[in-house]
């Protein structure tokens, strides 16, 4: 049987007719598909704009059905379900996310540290430890790291803190040696109160070696030998913080005073007060070489007119309020109102202000508890800021 080459030449116009019909039928589809996507997109962008976050979830979430493959509406509505503190719904998406396995590998880290960020938001620190401790060797590992750093510090966490303060040390990040020397003197506050001193204490010398300007170590030390009763080591160690860290030494005024008295060095303590007092004038040292001019005994000694005169060099109400409180009046029948008065109204200035978030405490905080900072509370009082 001979093949009839008149098929063919009849068979080849056809097939090129339906090929095209065929190509402008899909060309129309895609341009209707893609037609619809962009325009719930740019209808979400604009709902957002005008913080309509309500209208704009709904916009993305029809974009995304109409394209379930772009994976940038499912960033933009899973940080819109954040933000919202719809975190269950923010959760799926970007898990959704990370099921896929057409995923490249920068929008698979980028969609693990969204998720990380969920959990976080929730306050599932475990599952967002978890998630963050996955971003180690990726672009987001300074990120974690320091998400992780705050985790551990609000689980007071202190040596897993300690661990990645120092793996971002290494990796210059920054300077995380007063970090690590405050982990060291939290772990050895929790020591000493099991009683185990000497752990405590090697704890906190190496607190000392590892940020040898920070104040706190040689406090928490100087303490340490004094409740231990080693007097003349906690002296030689506040000597050493007046040296090293000056403007912290109105923090440890009363225990330089304590220690003073213990180790029958009371002269060179009250000089040693003096003397920093004249360099820079605090309600602190104030108060400390008040409380030991009226327990020396001696008349000669100011003791509170030192009141008076710290207030030829700053006014301050607080001194005055004390000045006062020592004073006979005219008319004495009205001094416990008017006092009462004066210290109701001197309260608020003798707090510490975190210099962060102004959170204001009557006790200095080395961790500020509202925003969590380290080293945000100077070491004078509010009236003295």
């Given at each position: 049987?001979?093949?009839?080459?008149?098929?063919?030449?009849?068979?080849?116009?056809?097939?090129?007719?339906?090929?095209?019909?065929?190509?402008?039928?899909?060309?129309?589809?895609?341009?209707?598909?893609?037609r619809r996507a962009p325009k719930a997109y740019f209808k979400g962008l604009n709902f957002l704009l005008n913080e309509q976050q309500d209208q704009a979830i709904d916009a993305f979430i029809e974009a995304v059905q109409n394209d379930p493959d772009t994976s940038e509406l499912h960033f933009a509505l899973g940080n819109l379900f954040r933000r919202r503190g719809e975190y269950n719904r923010a959760v799926r998406v970007h898990e959704h996310l990370l099921s896929r396995g057409d995923l490249s590998r920068t929008d698979r880290d980028r969609a693990q540290h969204a998720l990380a960020l969920d959990f976080l938001k929730a306050g599932l620190l475990d599952r967002a430890e978890d998630a963050l401790r996955r971003l180690e060797n990726t672009p987001f590992e300074s990120q974690s790291r320091l998400a992780l750093l705050a985790i551990y510090e609000r689980s007071r966490d202190w040596p897993q803190a300690a661990a990645i303060a120092l793996k971002m040390h290494g990796s210059h990040q920054g300077d995380f040696s007063t970090r690590q020397a405050h982990y060291l003197c939290e772990q050895a506050i929790a020591r000493a109160a099991q009683g185990d001193q000497e752990a405590a204490q090697a704890q906190l010398e190496e607190a000392v070696a590892a940020a040898p300007h920070a104040p706190r170590p040689r406090i928490e030390l100087a303490r340490l030998h004094h409740r231990c009763g080693r007097p003349e080591k906690a002296f030689a160690t506040l000597l050493e913080l007046s040296r090293e860290s000056p403007g912290a030494l109105p923090l440890a005024a009363p225990l330089l005073v304590e220690v003073g008295a213990a180790t029958r060095r009371t002269d060179e303590t009250y000089q040693l007060l003096l003397g920093h007092y004249e360099r820079?004038?605090?309600?602190?040292?104030?108060?400390?070489?008040?409380?030991?001019d009226e327990a020396s005994g001696d008349a000669a000694r100011p003791g509170p007119q030192w009141y008076v005169r710290h207030l030829d060099k700053e006014p301050s109400l607080v001194a005055a309020a004390k000045w006062l409180a020592q004073e006979?009046?005219?008319?004495?029948q009205f001094h416990p109102q008017v006092q009462k008065a004066l210290d109701q109204?001197?309260?608020?200035?003798?707090?510490?202000?975190?210099?962060?978030?102004?959170?204001?405490?009557?006790?200095?905080?080395?961790?500020?508890?509202?925003?969590?900072?380290?080293?945000?509370?100077?070491?004078?009082?509010?009236?003295?800021?």
């Open positions: 049987m001979e093949f009839d080459f008149s098929w063919l030449l009849l068979g080849l116009p056809l097939a090129f007719v339906l090929g095209w019909f065929a190509s402008r039928f899909d060309l129309k589809q895609l341009r209707e598909e893609n820079a004038p605090s309600l602190d040292m104030l108060e400390a070489i008040v409380s030991m006979k009046l005219e008319h004495e109204a001197t309260k608020p200035l003798t707090r510490y202000r975190c210099a962060a978030c102004g959170f204001e405490a009557r006790q200095h905080f080395w961790q500020c508890p509202g925003c969590q900072t380290w080293d945000s509370y100077p070491a004078r009082r509010v009236e003295e800021l």
